[in-house]
């Protein structure tokens, strides 16, 4: 017996326009992957303009010109992409470059204001030690020294080329600037006789040199004189005007305290009271030790030196204790008059208050009006009936 196995049935034939199951239409040639392109065009017919577009701004028309080619054609999103990683990274690295400049600006504007700090300070050094010690400046080595020892290498130079004569004119040796020393030593006269016995025709030449280095020598000598006075000067004068800053400063603070003390009565001892007396002494001797004692002196011993940072230490925290505690007085002062005005009102309210040394309490003024009278009548002597029933 043979099996019959039914046929399936015919599928209809699909559309000619309709899309194949499974496949994937190719993009039309405008679309080209960009999202935004516009729908392809249905057989002949091309999509309808909006009647009321609005006309292009400038900057539109830029960027549609950007996102073009020269065909007019759009360009492809990747190339896009592309264009931008390329700008992107130029813009980096001349963020970069920018970046680098202006730290290498700020490094040479800190070393330009280092060097200037630092030509400022040299100024000032060389303006100390030009009263200190002159000849070790360099204005003394510029002005002074300087040309002498030109002078020196000059003479030094032209010796080399003359000859010392003996006793009969005959060259004896080489002439040496130890020549001209010796006769930079002798008097005017004595070294003329020597310079021609022992130059001869030269004589002149040598004796130049001479002058030379003696003028130049004694240049040194008026300077280095005339720095130490304008030191010795300003030695005084920095005395004098220290002097007088000490005065003017011990004076005003003298003032000052003075004044200060005669404000405020915690700055005045109290008549018979010792203790408040005591303490005052105390602390106006701490105050006047603590500013008068140096903890960076260093003649003092570990010991002392503990004991004056302990006095600086004490006058630091009581002068930041002083306005609180001022703030504090002033508060119990506002207090204490509350209280003792309110006790006044509480005594001219017609309350007695008993003496409680000797016991008497007598009961202030009862709050039944009826008790009251009788304690009026009573305090007026005023018989009181029995009671009644």
């Given amino acids: ?22 496949a994937i239409d190719a993009p039309a040639e405008h679309d080209d992957l960009d999202p935004d392109a516009p729908p392809a065009p249905v057989g002949d017919k091309a999509p309808d303009k909006p009647a009321d577009e609005p006309p292009m701004s400038e900057a539109d028309k830029a960027l549609a010109a950007q996102l073009s080619g020269k065909d007019g054609k759009k360009i492809s999103p990747w190339k896009l992409v592309k264009d931008f990683k390329e700008r992107y990274g130029a813009a980096e690295k001349e963020i970069l470059d920018l970046k680098t400049r202006l730290t290498a600006a700020a490094d040479a504007e800190k070393a330009a204001e280092r060097a200037k700090s630092i030509e400022k300070r040299n100024a000032e050094l060389e303006e100390e030690i030009r009263y200190v010690n002159y000849a070790k400046s360099q204005e003394f080595a510029d002005q002074f020294l300087k040309p002498y020892e030109e002078a020196w290498a000059a003479a030094a130079s032209e010796l080399a080329e003359l000859d010392v004569l003996a006793e009969d004119g005959s060259p004896a040796r080489k002439a040496t600037p130890q020549d001209l020393l010796a006769l930079a030593n002798m008097p005017l006269g004595e070294a003329r006789k020597q310079a021609t016995a022992m130059f001869g025709d030269s004589a002149e030449d040598v004796m130049a040199h001479r002058r030379k280095v003696q003028e130049l020598s004694r240049a040194q000598t008026k300077a280095l004189d005339d720095a130490r006075k304008a030191g010795a000067e300003r030695t005084e004068k920095a ?6 800053a000490i005065k003017e400063v011990t004076d005003m603070f003298q003032k000052l305290n003075t004044e200060i003390a005669a404000r405020n009565d915690f700055l005045k001892p109290k008549e018979g009271d010792e203790e408040w007396n005591s303490k005052l002494t105390a602390a106006q001797k701490l105050a006047d030790e603590a500013f008068s004692e140096n903890a960076t002196d260093p003649s003092l011993t570990p010991e002392q030196r503990a004991v004056v940072v302990k006095k600086h230490v004490a006058m630091r925290n009581r002068a930041i204790a002083y306005s609180p505690l001022k703030l504090e007085v002033s508060r119990l002062r506002s207090q204490l008059a509350a209280a003792q005005k309110e006790l006044a009102q509480f005594k001219d309210s ?15 003024t009862p709050a039944n009006p009826m008790d009251a009278a009788k304690q009026r009548l009573a305090k007026a002597g005023v018989p009181m009936p029995g009671r009644y029933l």
């Fill in 1 to 22: 017996m043979s099996t019959v196995v039914p046929s399936e049935p015919e599928k209809p034939a699909p559309a000619p326009d309709a899309p194949r199951p499974g």
């Fill in 350 to 364: 017609g309350a007695i208050i008993g003496d409680a040394q000797n016991g008497d309490r007598t009961p202030v």
């Fill in 239 to 244: 005395i004098a005007a220290q002097q007088s």
